[in-house]
């Protein structure tokens, strides 16, 4: 049995019909992957340059300011333990502060987590004064935390170290609640810490 006849020229025409399809799906894909890869592109330089190197630190969320002692303190719903009494209170910006990360001329190492109070302080060995009890006890990352730079829509400064007790605080003038007594006492850096929008 033989093949079916088509009229003249039918098969020269379904060849051009599939050449012309395969080349469209061809171009529009091509132009897709096109407009893609420039859209990728295009939305890599659009991020200032000091955004794009913070995306390739390491760095941990849910730091937030204490309203009540005005720390630096780890919010995971619990609060831990607040000088004023109680938990830790959070209030506005979520801190996301980079950690593991070799030390700067404008980036100082040795902040630690306290695993008592759940607040950041600076460990020099002491463990200076937690308000849960003694020293504060370092747990988890080496926080490397930006200092003497200036602050911008993403970075708050006027975090100081508290020459009292070694914790992070937020300086107001007022100096919050030290586990010490009475307020934070800052002293050195003024650390610019990095936060969400």
């Known amino acids: 049995m033989s093949a079916p006849k088509t009229p003249e020229g039918a ?5 051009i019909e599939t050449s012309g399809r395969r080349a469209f799906l061809s171009r529009t894909l091509g132009v897709t992957a096109g407009l893609v890869g420039a859209a990728v592109t295009a939305g890599a330089y659009a991020v200032p340059a000091s955004a794009q190197k913070s995306r390739l630190l390491a760095a941990q969320d849910n730091w937030r300011f204490c309203q009540k002692c005005f720390g630096m303190f780890y919010w995971d719903q619990t609060g831990g333990r607040c000088p004023v009494g109680s938990g830790h209170v ?52 080496n926080f490397v935390l930006p200092h003497s730079v200036p602050p911008t829509s993403t970075a708050q400064n006027n975090w100081r170290f508290c020459q009292k ?24 850096f003024n650390f610019v810490l990095p936060h969400y929008v």
Do not use: E, I
Request: glycine share 16%; charged share 10%.
């Open 11 to 15: 098969d020269s025409r379904a060849a």
């Open 90 to 141: 959070p209030y506005g910006f979520n801190f996301v502060l980079p950690h593991s990360v070799p030390p700067t001329s404008t980036a100082q190492n040795n902040w630690r987590f306290c695993q008592k109070c759940f607040g950041m302080f600076y460990w020099d060995q002491t463990g200076g004064r937690c308000p849960a009890g003694s020293g504060h006890v370092p747990y988890g990352f």
């Open 165 to 188: 007790c070694f914790g992070m605080f937020y300086w107001d003038q007022t100096g919050g609640r030290c586990p010490v007594g009475s307020g934070h006492v800052a002293y050195g």
